[in-house]
């Protein structure tokens, strides 16, 4: 980045839209985007990727909201199972089987991510923002809050809070202060600058902008309730105005009543739904009822050069046909508010077609390594709604000349306000009762945090100044800081040394003559250059501007991207792993992956230097690396795979398996056949667990043959589907292959498939003693199959082993007395472990159970 770049932008003024953009594009700062409603945030988000040189992602909490802002749902996207999620639960929870079980084009996109965009944040709970900061911490690889990726939070939390149970609550409670996601704990350990907008292109009254605001801040007094009050109607007109509800039942009411009432013939508009578009963010009705003289609001903004209505336009139906509805609003740029019926009659007549609403995913571009949207789905109907009545929560981003709020069973704080931000003024604002005095408040820990993060008078400038100081120096600290990979690389050579009477790795040379150099070379000489940074930097803030550091870096760059190379070159290029032991093979070859991933990154980001430093070619050069598609990642394909043959014991999705289970008994009955001939149970747990959504998943799958896809495959994929839209989940989900040993175990320990024996194959309890020694050194079930490249279930059945012949506690699987006890209470011979499950409920996982299960085996045996 030049320094014409670099120089510090103006905040006078209202010019805060420059200050976000400067703070997202040259700093490292998490931010939060907020402002009252109608100050520019939306408009903002939908402009960002016209100036970010960032990869980004943008993410919602909703199927809805990720539509309308253009992008992805966080639960759907990082696989954050629905419900509490309590920290360090990751770490705990073996049933939770998608929550590290992501695809390869996902892991590609989640380590090259810059910065992570969160729209309507103020719906976002503490807990999931926890939950996502577990994802990316494991995925990256990186122990920083969110793994090193900057966040942008885009909402407003004067306005509805996040739904909270009052039983979840009894749990999160004992980890947050509140259920607001400032606080968050991970985001607790992070730098947060708070932007609040604050020029209003909504209104323009100063009195209402005055109460409004009084209402936001808790400052009612005596005056400003009196001036709200006396907008109160008895009687509310009846024509023109669209009705702000607090309840979806009653906007539901009112409008099927009005629709009613009127005497002309109903026409139903069905939605085209195409490719991937689940039903709950669906952003209207699929099925649309409307009569001639039908209240309507417009959902979408024209997009033709007549720009005749905009989101929040009302209008009235003057004639419905198939292909076109025609809407009579008044004025050519329309309004944003209900007309009465003299005033529509005479406007101009909009003849309005069905638009599409885009679903979208993010892809890898393979040809430059950069995140790039795709849609996946298209939902395709007039952007119509009944609107004699709306609820607040829907009203929220759309503006109406003439409103009647219907407040007086409001629940929760911001209810009200945000119900009268909606109005462009007093003149169109009605109310059918008094609002209560105790929802015109807005949450007292709203407040203190907006008075804490974002002052009067804030010193945007001065916080620019450090943070994109702060951000320069760290990139380059980090791009020469090379222990980011000693202990993958320490740790591979470990595995190297141990096993070297029964691996062969081509590429490696002799171990100790390879850490003795990287040693010598790399990791010392790194250590002594990061200090000579700081002392430079102590003095020369800005790297990008300083000529000093600069040529030092340049330098750097030269001598470090040399030693990489001479160190590390020949690992990188010929370096694979040859054993007859396949759990081992495996285990060697994803550290060897992982390492050189991690070199080939640091390599990237150093090689950027190669003129200077500057922030933009930094982070985009390790990004790219970190999505490419390595050799290294080809080799995990080979390395020892097979395809997988999944038992019970491996299901996470019970009722799917049940489904599956009853589709068969039915396929049986109506064609006359034994149920074993439509379908083996094998076949059946294959799919429960793996949830195939496409022909060449189901082929994939063990056991599935041509026979079983030309007859079944459209209702078991229709089946899997549905089940998958249910529950918000991608499918797809196929674990790590596990190895032949873990394929059909016996109460012996022996397996079905072995492999030739050699003098050299390690013997099989070895792999157990492995995951035992890990478990005992403090890492977790999910990290013992990352770092041995196996399944979890896998380590969970080792750990079982030990623990069913008593050298391990059930206790550290299953700290919780009273779990074991629950857990022991339905354990019967004659049932499976998925019958356990479900009888159990969410609260227990599989793991827990099998290792109560264990634990029973070992009392039994008399060993107790």
Not at 507 to 536: I, N
Request: proline share 5%; glycine share 6%.
């Amino acid at each position: 980045m030049d320094a014409t770049k670099s120089t510090l932008p103006s905040f006078e003024g209202n010019k805060k839209i420059q200050a976000v953009r400067a703070f997202v594009s040259e700093t490292l700062c998490h931010i939060y985007l907020t402002g009252r409603a109608g100050t520019g945030k939306t408009t903002f988000l939908k402009s960002l990727s016209a100036f970010c040189p960032k990869q980004f992602l943008v993410a919602a909490p909703t199927g809805v909201a990720a539509v309308n802002a253009g992008g992805v749902t966080l639960h759907s996207f990082f696989q954050i199972p629905l419900g509490p999620y309590l920290p360090g639960q990751s770490d705990r929870s073996q049933d939770n089987r998608r929550f590290f079980r992501f695809s390869k084009v996902k892991k590609q996109i989640i380590n090259g991510l810059d910065l992570l965009v969160i729209d309507e944040i103020s719906m976002v709970r503490a807990d999931l923002l926890d939950a996502l900061d577990a994802v990316l911490r494991r995925l990256r690889r990186d122990d920083r809050p969110f793994g090193g990726v900057q966040l942008l939070l885009i909402g407003d939390l004067f306005q509805l809070p996040p739904v909270t149970k009052p039983e979840e609550w009894d749990l999160l409670s004992n980890y947050y202060a509140s259920p607001y996601f400032f606080s968050s704990q991970a985001l607790n350990r992070s730098d947060l600058v708070t932007i609040e907008l604050e020029t209003v292109y909504r209104q323009s009254d100063p009195d209402f902008i005055r109460l409004l605001n009084a209402v936001r801040e808790n400052r009612m007094d005596r005056r400003c309730t009196d001036i709200l009050n006396r907008q109160v109607r008895p009687d509310p007109p009846d024509q023109g105005y669209i009705t702000l509800t607090t309840h979806n039942r009653r906007a539901e009411s009112i409008n099927n009543l009005k629709l009613a009432r009127l005497g002309e013939k109903a026409y139903t508009l069905a939605a085209e739904v195409s490719g991937d578009f689940p039903s709950h963010a669906f952003p209207t009705g699929e099925q649309l009822t409307l009569k001639p003289g039908a209240q309507v609001m417009f959902l979408r903004n024209d997009a033709s050069p007549d720009k005749a209505y905009f989101n929040g336009t009302i209008g009235q139906v003057t004639h419905v046909g198939r292909e076109t509805v025609t809407v009579a609003c008044r004025g050519s740029a329309g309004r944003a508010a209900g007309e009465s019926a003299s005033d529509l009659k005479d406007g101009p007549v909009v003849e309005v077609k069905p638009v599409d609403w885009e679903n979208v995913t993010y892809k890898v571009n393979e040809e430059d390594n950069t995140i790039q949207q795709e849609v996946v789905g298209r939902f395709k109907q007039f952007p119509l709604k009944l609107a004699w009545a709306v609820t607040i929560h829907k009203s929220q981003g759309l503006t109406f000349d003439r409103a009647i709020v219907d407040a007086k069973n409001a629940f929760a704080p911001g209810q009200v306000y945000v119900a009268l931000s909606r109005c462009t003024g007093l003149d169109g604002l009605v109310l059918t009762a008094p609002v209560p005095p105790h929802v015109l408040g807005t949450d007292p820990v709203v407040v203190d945090f907006m008075n804490r993060t974002a002052p009067p008078g804030q010193d945007l400038a001065g916080i620019f100044r450090a943070a994109r100081a702060a951000c320069q120096q760290t990139l380059v600290l980090r791009c020469f800081d090379c222990s980011s990979f000693r202990g993958l690389f320490f740790y591979f050579l470990r595995l190297a040394r141990d096993n070297r009477n029964v691996l062969r790795i081509p590429g490696l040379g002799e171990p100790a003559e390879l850490e003795s150099r990287g040693r010598d070379q790399v990791f010392q000489v790194s250590d002594k250059f990061q200090v000579q940074l700081q002392q430079l930097m102590a003095n020369e803030s800005l790297p990008e501007t300083s000529a000093v550091i600069q040529d030092r870096v340049q330098k750097a760059s030269a001598w470090f991207g040399n030693a990489l190379d001479q160190v590390f070159g020949r690992l990188l290029e010929k370096g694979s792993v040859e054993t007859d032991n396949a759990t081992l093979g495996k285990q060697v070859q994803n550290a060897l992956d992982n390492l050189k991933q991690e070199v080939r990154v640091k390599q990237a980001g150093i090689l950027s230097c190669a003129h200077g430093f500057s922030t933009t070619a930094y982070l985009r050069a390790v990004s790219s690396q970190a999505m490419a598609d390595t050799p290294g990642n080809q080799s995990k394909k080979s390395a020892g795979s097979s395809t997988t043959d999944y038992t019970e014991l491996d299901i996470a999705h019970p009722e799917m398996f049940q489904a599956l289970k009853a589709w068969r008994t039915r396929t049986a009955a109506a064609q006359n056949v034994k149920a074993f001939q439509v379908a083996h149970q094998k076949v059946l747990v294959q799919i429960a667990v793996c949830l195939p959504r496409s022909k060449k998943s189901l082929k994939a799958l063990k056991g599935v043959g041509p026979a079983t896809v030309e007859s079944y495959a459209e209702e078991l994929l229709a089946m899997v589907d549905t089940y998958c839209n249910e529950k918000n989940i991608p499918g797809d989900e196929s674990p790590e292959p596990r190895p032949a040993e873990q394929a059909s175990e016996k109460e012996t320990g022996t397996r079905r498939n072995k492999t030739p024996a050699t003098d050299n194959a390690a013997p099989q309890a070895n792999t157990r003693d492995i995951s035992l020694m890990l478990f005992k050194d403090g890492l977790s079930v999910d990290e013992i199959a990352e770092e041995r490249g196996l399944a979890a279930t896998t380590i969970q059945g080792h750990l079982c082993s030990f623990i069913a012949k008593g050298e391990l506690a059930v206790d550290l699987l299953v700290p919780d007395k009273e779990k074991q006890a629950v857990i022991a209470a339905v354990v019967v011979p004659d049932k499976n472990l998925s019958q356990m499950k479900e009888e159990l409920g969410h609260d227990y996982s599989y793991g827990e159970i099998r290792a109560v299960v264990a634990h029973l085996q070992y009392l039994e045996a008399g060993q107790g």
